[in-house]
């Protein structure tokens, strides 16, 4: 690890302090947070007491439990970390370092998401990568539009879980595209009471109080939410959504072509739009030279904590090349983990290994 002591120092001088959180933690914290992609990646074992444990594949979730365990959830803190992390992969080695930090409680969250992107600049350097590719995106940008347009509930809950997986994401708005939608409040109210009302009669001629556990309200949900679903989006919003999935390029000329689209289609969304311009102003206040961001409206995190700036990085264009870095903001994280409510927090990873073997080549 002495190879790393730069980077340690660059992390230390910036107002981190280490930890090392555990390297086994519950398996379902991991699951619940991450979703069942990661349970094929993780590596399980079994407690002496019959509980499924994991080795850690990260360690932004150990550190937010570390978090929790030591100070008042909002207190702000910021923690560094160095050491090894497991992932089952067949490409790369399943054991492999990662470094970063964590910043939680900054009320600021502007300058915070400036001062992280800086600082990941700053780390990449400190390892030799001079002239990094760095894409952006907002997923705060995105929930705007989601709620700015005339969709059921169960399509926004299931387009904003798409969003991070940009193939799929268009796949599905694509299919979405077709049927006429129920969308309005009040019918939705209308068909969910009428749905609770089969649900509970269905209930009572069975004379079961639930069906597979479910309550009539639940079953009436679960209904109301597979006819919405089958029912689409229809044409204009997905022709909307497609449009600014499609916003690709400089930070600044994409805030232009995104205020644009909303204005075009008379959808106010004026306070993520100013959030993600206050975002370029403090970027370039730090001497980030914006001309060497590539903003991408369809990059995201496919995790539900994950609220607005996201970030990573590669030391290549060649196809195929791997992040070095990722990074982004994640204020509903603290909430999900310990039920405190959201939490400012930002932070972000770097892949060591990859850097040491290259920038984007697997070992």
Known sequence: ???????????????????????????????????????????????????EMALRPDYTIPVCLHHLAGVPARRRAGYAYL???????????????QAGVESLGRTDRVAADADMLKLALAAVDCLGVRRPIVRIGDSALFAALLDRLDLSRPWRRRLARTFGDASRLRELIARAADGVPQSTAGAAAMSRAATRKKAAAMLAA??????????????????????????????????ILGDYLDIVGPPAQAL??????????????????????????????????????????????????????????HASRRRGAKQIVGGGRYDSLVALIGDTGAVPAVGFAVWLDRIANGGDKAP
């Open 1 to 51: 690890m002495t190879a790393y002591a730069p980077l340690r120092a660059l992390f230390a001088d910036a107002g981190y302090a280490f930890v090392e959180p555990p390297i086994l933690h519950a398996a379902d914290v991991f699951v619940e947070l991450a979703g069942e992609d990661l349970r094929r990646r993780l590596f399980l074992t079994t407690a002496a007491d019959g509980r």
């Open 83 to 97: 050491g090894p992390v497991f992932r089952q992969r067949s490409d790369e080695a399943s054991e492999f370092l």
């Open 206 to 239: 069975t004379g079961l109080g639930t069906i597979g556990g479910r309550t009539a309200d639940e079953i009436a949900e679960r209904m109301v939410e597979k006819t919405a679903l089958a029912a689409g989006i229809g044409v204009r919003p997905a022709r």
């Open 256 to 313: 232009k072509e995104a205020r644009g689209l909303f204005r075009r289609n008379r959808l106010d969304a004026a306070k993520a739009l100013d959030g993600f311009e206050a975002r370029l102003a403090a970027f370039a206040a730090r001497d980030i030279d914006l001309d060497g961001l590539a903003f991408a409206a369809d990059f995201g995190r496919r995790l539900d904590y994950y609220t607005g700036f996201v970030f990573e990085m």
